[in-house]
Protein backbone atom coordinates (compact mmCIF):
# COMPACT_ATOMS: atom_id res chain seq x y z
CA UNK A 1 0.00 0.00 0.00
CA UNK A 2 1.37 3.41 -0.59
CA UNK A 3 0.62 6.35 1.45
CA UNK A 4 1.97 9.39 2.51
CA UNK A 5 2.88 12.87 0.85
CA UNK A 6 6.88 13.51 -0.32
CA UNK A 7 7.82 16.79 -1.91
CA UNK A 8 10.43 16.45 -4.61
CA UNK A 9 12.21 18.15 -7.64
CA UNK A 10 12.51 17.39 -11.44
CA UNK A 11 15.81 17.89 -12.66
CA UNK A 12 16.35 19.61 -16.04
CA UNK A 13 16.18 16.20 -17.77
CA UNK A 14 13.20 15.28 -16.70
CA UNK A 15 14.20 12.76 -14.31
CA UNK A 16 11.97 12.58 -10.94
CA UNK A 17 13.49 10.60 -7.50
CA UNK A 18 10.43 8.51 -5.93
CA UNK A 19 10.61 7.85 -2.22
CA UNK A 20 12.69 4.77 -1.29
CA UNK A 21 9.49 3.09 0.42
CA UNK A 22 7.43 3.22 -3.03
CA UNK A 23 10.79 2.31 -4.76
CA UNK A 24 10.86 -0.70 -2.78
CA UNK A 25 6.98 -1.57 -3.66
CA UNK A 26 6.62 -0.55 -7.29
CA UNK A 27 9.47 -3.06 -8.67
CA UNK A 28 11.72 -2.90 -11.37
CA UNK A 29 9.35 -1.86 -13.73
CA UNK A 30 5.93 0.36 -13.30
CA UNK A 31 3.42 2.12 -15.30
CA UNK A 32 2.53 5.87 -15.55
CA UNK A 33 0.14 7.28 -17.28
CA UNK A 34 -2.44 10.46 -17.24
CA UNK A 35 -4.91 10.60 -14.12
CA UNK A 36 -7.55 12.46 -13.18
CA UNK A 37 -7.11 15.99 -11.76
CA UNK A 38 -3.73 16.69 -13.77
CA UNK A 39 -1.90 14.61 -11.81
CA UNK A 40 -0.29 11.71 -12.72
CA UNK A 41 -0.86 7.99 -11.88
CA UNK A 42 1.83 5.17 -11.17
CA UNK A 43 0.77 1.93 -10.79
CA UNK A 44 2.83 -1.60 -9.88
CA UNK A 45 2.92 -3.70 -13.01
CA UNK A 46 0.15 -6.37 -11.18
CA UNK A 47 -2.11 -3.39 -10.22
CA UNK A 48 -1.84 -2.23 -13.45
CA UNK A 49 -3.09 -5.28 -15.04
CA UNK A 50 -6.32 -5.45 -12.66
CA UNK A 51 -7.08 -2.31 -13.86
CA UNK A 52 -6.57 -3.26 -17.53
CA UNK A 53 -8.65 -6.26 -16.87
CA UNK A 54 -11.29 -3.41 -15.56
CA UNK A 55 -11.19 -0.95 -18.85
CA UNK A 56 -11.60 -4.40 -20.98
CA UNK A 57 -15.00 -4.91 -19.94
CA UNK A 58 -16.16 -1.32 -20.55
CA UNK A 59 -18.55 -1.18 -23.51
CA UNK A 60 -17.07 0.07 -26.76
CA UNK A 61 -20.15 1.00 -27.87
CA UNK A 62 -20.63 3.65 -25.44
CA UNK A 63 -18.50 6.72 -26.60
CA UNK A 64 -17.39 7.86 -22.86
CA UNK A 65 -16.25 3.99 -22.49
CA UNK A 66 -14.25 4.47 -25.62
CA UNK A 67 -12.86 7.91 -24.28
CA UNK A 68 -11.63 7.04 -21.25
CA UNK A 69 -9.47 3.87 -22.30
CA UNK A 70 -8.05 6.46 -24.91
CA UNK A 71 -7.05 8.59 -22.12
CA UNK A 72 -5.70 6.09 -19.99
CA UNK A 73 -3.80 4.01 -22.65
CA UNK A 74 -2.26 7.03 -24.69
CA UNK A 75 -0.61 8.44 -21.92
CA UNK A 76 0.77 5.08 -20.54
CA UNK A 77 4.49 4.78 -20.24
CA UNK A 78 6.37 1.78 -18.78
CA UNK A 79 9.10 3.01 -16.47
CA UNK A 80 12.10 1.99 -14.46
CA UNK A 81 14.41 3.46 -11.86
CA UNK A 82 18.22 4.23 -12.77
CA UNK A 83 20.35 2.87 -10.08
CA UNK A 84 20.31 6.01 -8.27
CA UNK A 85 16.50 5.86 -7.60
CA UNK A 86 15.77 8.18 -10.49
CA UNK A 87 12.92 7.70 -13.24
CA UNK A 88 12.62 9.75 -16.59
CA UNK A 89 9.48 10.81 -16.88
CA UNK A 90 8.12 11.09 -20.45
CA UNK A 91 7.75 14.98 -21.90
CA UNK A 92 3.88 13.70 -22.52
CA UNK A 93 3.40 13.09 -19.00
CA UNK A 94 5.07 15.92 -17.61
CA UNK A 95 3.57 18.46 -20.15
CA UNK A 96 -0.01 16.76 -18.86
CA UNK A 97 0.77 17.08 -15.33
CA UNK A 98 2.84 20.47 -16.12
CA UNK A 99 5.42 19.12 -13.92
CA UNK A 100 8.37 21.51 -14.01
CA UNK A 101 10.33 22.02 -10.90
CA UNK A 102 8.84 21.14 -7.57
CA UNK A 103 6.36 17.98 -7.36
CA UNK A 104 4.81 16.57 -4.66
CA UNK A 105 4.27 12.74 -4.97
CA UNK A 106 1.49 10.98 -2.75
CA UNK A 107 0.86 7.27 -1.91
CA UNK A 108 -3.26 6.94 -2.78
CA UNK A 109 -3.73 3.14 -1.56
CA UNK A 110 -3.12 1.49 -4.34
CA UNK A 111 -1.44 3.73 -6.56
CA UNK A 112 1.04 6.89 -6.56
CA UNK A 113 0.12 10.28 -7.72
CA UNK A 114 2.49 12.97 -9.02
CA UNK A 115 0.99 16.70 -9.12
CA UNK A 116 2.35 19.99 -9.62
CA UNK A 117 3.51 21.44 -6.42
CA UNK A 118 1.30 24.23 -7.14
CA UNK A 119 -1.44 22.81 -8.43
CA UNK A 120 -1.12 20.04 -5.13
CA UNK A 121 -1.66 22.72 -2.99
CA UNK A 122 -4.68 25.09 -4.81
CA UNK A 123 -6.23 21.22 -4.72
CA UNK A 124 -5.84 21.12 -0.86
CA UNK A 125 -6.98 24.90 -0.43
CA UNK A 126 -9.94 24.07 -2.41
CA UNK A 127 -11.05 20.16 -0.77
CA UNK A 128 -10.17 20.86 2.68
CA UNK A 129 -13.21 22.34 3.81
CA UNK A 130 -15.08 20.33 2.22
CA UNK A 131 -13.83 17.01 3.48
CA UNK A 132 -16.52 16.80 6.46
CA UNK A 133 -19.19 17.04 3.93
CA UNK A 134 -17.13 14.51 1.09
CA UNK A 135 -17.10 11.79 4.56
CA UNK A 136 -20.49 12.40 5.35
CA UNK A 137 -21.86 11.79 1.59
CA UNK A 138 -19.35 8.64 1.47
CA UNK A 139 -20.39 7.25 4.86
CA UNK A 140 -23.77 6.38 2.62
CA UNK A 141 -21.68 4.00 0.52
CA UNK A 142 -20.73 2.47 3.67
CA UNK A 143 -17.18 3.89 4.03
Known amino acids: MFMGEYLHTIDNKGRLIFPAKFRDELGELFIATKGLDNCLFVYTRSEWAILEEKLKKLPLAKPEARAFVRFFFSGAAELECDKQGRVLLPTN?????????????????????????????EYNQQVSPTVAEIAENLADLGI
Do not use: F, H
Open 93 to 121: LREYARLDKEVVVIGVSTRIEVWNKAAWD
